[in-house]
């Protein structure tokens, strides 16, 4: 079964500008999460779509907002970038309740 | 307010068994124990989950204490692809509103 993955890996923006990363889920899982990951903050969840809905949503600005489809893929966006949105953007989908599965994440640089 | 405590850091060699403690003393009684690990630059990789009874797969082995209050990750025959860093969290099942929260969690070194 082919993994999470998500596109593209690596992108450089500027600021101001807005920027969109896609992923897909592995094939029957339903939920999937984003997080952001930086070395100062860690690990910060963003929100997690369930069956086109959003179910849950961590504490960052409105300018990040994403959509699942009706075929679990997931988008995130954000827009007018700022430098400290600089980070490794994360997506993880689950079959479940329990474990998550992340894929290799995109490497955002915004200069 | 750190739910779980892990060593910073352990070396273990190769071949051996990697043995990765966490305290988490003020678990809940719906509150699983999950293993997570993230190899440098990767996203990271789901290892193992439990309540209260030890568990095993292909991966890893978990070991939770009777009272619950620590847990031991073991990796049978650490190989060199095994350095990463591991992640131990406790959290109820299903979606939270806070999705997933890693620690510091313990930088394990494999020495050939």
């Known amino acids: 079964k082919a993994g999470v993955t998500q596109t593209p890996r690596y992108l450089i923006k500027t600021r101001g500008q807005q920027v969109t990363l896609s992923c897909s889920p592995i094939?029957?899982?339903?939920?999937v999460s984003w997080y952001q990951q930086t070395p100062g903050q860690g690990l910060q969840f963003l929100f997690e779509?369930?069956?086109?809905?959003?179910?849950n949503k961590g504490n960052f600005p409105g300018r990040f907002s994403g959509r699942q489809f009706s075929n679990s893929r997931s988008e995130m966006n954000v827009s007018t970038l700022e430098l400290g949105d600089s980070a490794l953007y994360l997506c993880?989908?689950?079959?479940?309740?329990?474990?998550?599965?992340f894929g290799p994440g995109t490497r955002l640089t915004v200069t | 307010d750190a739910k779980t405590t892990q060593p910073p850091s352990m070396d273990c060699a190769e071949g051996r068994a990697a043995n990765l403690p966490c305290n988490h003393s003020?678990?809940?009684?719906?509150?699983?124990v999950y293993w997570y690990r993230q190899i440098h630059s990767q996203g990271p990789q789901y290892i193992i989950h439990?309540?209260?009874n030890n568990e095993t797969n292909e991966m890893a082995s978990l070991i939770i204490t009777e009272d619950r209050k620590s847990s031991t990750l073991i990796l049978p025959h650490a190989t060199l692809r095994d350095t990463a860093v591991y992640y131990c969290?406790?959290?109820?099942?299903?979606?939270?509103?806070?999705?997933?929260?890693f620690g510091k969690g313990t930088h394990l070194i494999i020495q050939p």
């Open positions: 779509y369930f069956s086109e809905t959003q179910r």
């Open positions: 439990g309540l209260k």
């Open positions: 094939s029957g899982h339903r939920s």
């Open positions: 969290i406790v959290r109820v099942a299903g979606p939270s509103a806070d999705g997933l929260t």
């Open positions: 993880a989908s689950s079959p479940n309740t329990y474990e998550q599965y």
């Open positions: 003020t678990i809940s009684g719906n509150e699983y």
